[in-house]
């Protein structure tokens, strides 16, 4: 082949129309991520990007919203206990997931319903 995969540049995720503010306090409010202003031309379409390093989110907004209860961006964390005891403080739940071998793992679900995997190789 003549060209080369090079890296995810971003994971788009789904919202009700006019959830940019809900967004927000999730993405930035509990998980700490910044806010991305967008490109002029994409702006009317609403949504909210986030970046954290080299990790992208885009919040896209859709009329006929269903959230992404199986399908999931997965995000490697360094010190995945000490974000266990984050979320504990801002009162945010998680699930632990011991299925992966080689790995600790858990799920949280963005405030539209979409699943997030958060996980440390071991």
């Known amino acids: 082949m003549e060209f080369q995969f090079r890296k995810i540049d971003h994971v788009q995720l789904s919202a009700p129309i006019g959830g940019e503010e809900e967004a927000r306090r999730f993405y930035s409010g509990i998980l700490g991520l910044k ?14 990007w986030f970046n954290a390093g080299d990790i992208n989110i885009h919040i896209g907004v859709e009329e006929n919203f269903i959230p992404a209860k199986k399908a999931h961006p997965a995000i490697a964390v360094q ?5 266990k005891k984050y979320l504990e403080e801002k009162n945010y739940n998680y699930e632990n997931d011991y299925n992966l071998p080689g790995a ?14 958060f996980l440390e190789w071991i």
């Open 104 to 117: 600790n793992r858990i799920y949280v679900h963005d405030s539209f319903g979409n699943r997030i995997e």
């Open 35 to 48: 806010e991305v202003e967008k490109p002029q031309p994409l702006r009317d379409r609403g949504g909210v």
């Open 79 to 83: 010190n995945l206990t000490a974000m």
